[in-house]
């Protein structure tokens, strides 16, 4: 198991290094180890080993992938008791007409093709 820590930087040396090179190749390991400059062969060996056994874990369904959903929602509810703290207003807050806001959400293409009808149509009859 690796227990050295790795950088994103040399993480990411590692993935690119990975994605380049045969891993057929006699000397795999060698060139990968070439490519991140400040881990020696055995290292490299040893994090690509943890890395071939998180995969396995992972399909084989002993580590559950986490709830993006449940993050998210645990993100938004943080960002709702910031803005009450600093006496921002409300994520909640409704407009004129009652409806509820819809901050962050992206728009449709339909939308999206609606706002520039109307900037054109505002543009060539004003």
Do not use: C
């Not at 000397?27 to 490299?44: C, D, G, L, T, Y």
């Not at 709702?80 to 728009?107: C, F, H, L, Y």
């Amino acid at each position: 198991m690796d227990k050295e820590e790795w950088t994103s930087e040399e993480n990411k040396l590692f993935e690119n290094a990975l994605a380049e090179i045969d891993p057929s190749s006699p000397a795999f390991f060698e060139h990968v180890a070439s490519r991140v400059p400040w881990k020696s062969i055995q290292e490299v060996r040893n994090h690509y080993q943890a890395l071939v056994e998180d995969v396995e874990m992972i399909e084989s369904g002993h580590f559950p992938l986490p709830n993006y959903q449940n993050l998210d929602d645990h993100e938004k509810q943080e960002e709702m008791e910031a803005k009450k703290e600093d006496g921002s207003p409300s994520i909640e807050a409704k407009t004129r007409n009652g409806q509820q806001r819809r901050r962050g959400v992206p728009w449709t293409e339909e939308e999206h093709q609606y706002y520039f009808f109307l900037l054109a149509f505002d543009f060539f009859f004003p």
